[in-house]
C-alpha cells in the first residue's frame, strides 16, 4: 500500500500529484468550512472527486458555486480574490459569539493538563481570549514547544525555520477558529499569503492538519468545542415559577 496517498506533504511534493490537488489556500478554505469532519479527513475529502475539486463544500455536496479556483485552472495562482471573500466566512457565525463562561471552562480543562503557560493576557474579550489559547496549543501540539509525552506529542525538528513555525501556527489557529464559528481574521503572513499571494515557506502540511485534529479532539471535536465555549452561566431562578411579589 502507498502510505503516500495519506500524507500531504508527500503528495505536494510530487509534481504529478501536485497538479490534481487543490492549492494550499483553497484546501485551506475547504477544511476551515467543514467542521464536520475532521481538519484531515475534510483534506482527503477535498481530493476524493471531481466536485470536491472545485473547491467548496457547497460544490461537493450540489448546493452552490464554488468560490474557490480549481487546482487543474491554469489560473489557479490567481486564487487570493476569491479566497478574500471567504477568508471571514465561518459556519454559523450569526449570534455565536463565546461567553467568558463557555471558554473559563476551557481555561480550567487545559489548566487540569498542565498545558497553558502561568500566565494569560488580559483581556475583555472571551473571543481574543479564545484566540490566544487556540495559538497557544497550536504550538504546543505541533511540537514547537519541545516532547510533550503525557500527550504523545513529539518536539519538532529542532533547526525548523521559524517563519514555518509562524506560518503552520497561523494556518492552525486561522483554522480552528473558523471551525468553531469565530470572527476571526487571518494575521501574519498567513494574511499577506491568503490576500496578497505572497509566497508561503516550507511548511509540513500534514503537522498543520493532525494538530488541528488534536486540539478540537481534547474536546471531543469541533462542534462539542464550539458549544463548550459558548455556555451560558446558568440561572439562579427557575423560570417555570412565578416570582415572589
Known sequence: MDDNRY??????????ERSSLLPWDGLLVWVRRCPQFAAFD?????????????GTPEAA???????VTSASDPTAAGTAGALASAEAEGPDTANRAP???GVDTVIADLRGQDL?????????????????LIEELALVFAGHRGDRPD???????????????????????WLIAGRLGLRSAAVGSLKGYLKDGELMPPISR??????????????????????QVRQEV???????EPLAV
Open 206 to 227: 500534514d503537522r498543520v492538519l493532525r494538530t488541528v485534529d488534536a486540539v478540537e479532539g481534547l474536546f471531543g471535536g469541533a462542534s462539542a468545542l464550539g458549544n
Open 116 to 132: 497553558l503557560p502561568e500566565t494569560l493576557p488580559t483581556t475583555r474579550s472571551p473571543t481574543v481570549m479564545l484566540i490566544h
Open 151 to 173: 500527550h504523545g506529542i513529539a518536539a519538532s525538528e529542532p533547526a525548523l525555520d521559524q517563519a514555518q513555525v509562524r506560518f503552520e501556527t497561523e494556518c492552525i489557529t
Open 42 to 54: 475534510a483534506a482527503m475529502l477535498a481530493r476524493s472527486g471531481p466536485e470536491a475539486a472545485a
Open 7 to 16: 500524507s500531504f506533504d508527500a503528495l505536494y511534493s510530487e509534481p504529478l
Open 234 to 240: 446558568p440561572s439562579l431562578f427557575s423560570l417555570d
Open 61 to 67: 455536496a450540489g448546493t452552490g458555486k464554488s468560490t
Open 99 to 101: 461567553t467568558w463562561a
